[in-house]
């Protein structure tokens, strides 16, 4: 597929996505690789553009540029912004007490803290980041290590081999120092690449995923 016509798919697949409005985002296409710029409201619709592009076909890598300009001129207040977060972050059962912390400075809502797995990580963000006046989400909140190397990368694989979408064979797993995972082989679509990253995720005591898989 030519880049020309893998930006028009993607100019087709934001447009026919409900939830965003597409008239202010510029897409531009080299080499499979997109970058995106332009603006849009909320911080929820600048990761709903990035989804929408990561699942066309074609697409090897996002360059993302998308500025949050939200609406009017009264922005909230960072006080206000980070009251939200924490009574958010409060309401969600899957996140320990008490083990979340929340910085806003113009917008932008930093998460810090320990907790036990990636999914409560991740639940963190998702509780802020669709609270009005959100610009951007740091997210800085560790996992406890508490399995070793070799379990880790059972579990992993195992997930792999699980999972319909991937190809276990094709993707290779290394276990570094302190919960660090590198992924590395070549797949045929994104979604596999997404997949194989999220088996590593599920895996206790991992941290950071570095991601070499290509894809094509």
């Known amino acids: ?127 802020v980041r669709d609270l009005s006046g959100v610009v951007g989400v740091a997210n800085q909140i560790e996992i406890k290590q508490h399995a070793s190397a070799f379990d880790v990368k059972k579990r992993i694989e195992d997930a792999l081999k699980r999972n319909a979408e991937t190809e276990a064979h094709a993707i290779k797993v290394n276990i570094l120092d302190g919960g660090k995972v590198r992924l590395e082989g070549r797949v045929h679509a994104w979604s596999e690449r997404r997949a194989a990253e999220q088996a590593a995720w599920s895996a206790p005591g991992v941290h950071m995923v570095d991601d070499r898989i290509s894809v094509g």
């Open 1 to 127: 597929m030519n880049d020309s016509t893998l930006r028009q798919d993607i100019l087709d697949e934001l447009d026919f996505e409900p939830s965003i409005d597409a008239a202010d985002i510029g897409v531009a296409v080299e080499d499979g690789i997109v970058t995106l710029t332009g603006h849009v409201p909320t911080y929820a619709q600048k990761l709903t553009v990035e989804d929408v592009v990561h699942r066309v076909k074609g697409v090897k890598g996002i360059a993302q540029e998308i500025e949050v300009r939200p609406f009017g001129t009264n922005r909230t207040a960072d006080d206000e912004i980070a009251k939200r977060a924490v009574n958010s972050i409060g309401w969600n059962t899957s996140i320990p007490d008490n083990a979340v912390q929340v910085k806003v400075q113009k917008g932008w809502v930093t998460l810090t803290g320990k907790v036990e797995w990636q999914y409560q990580k991740v639940a963190a963000a998702n509780a």
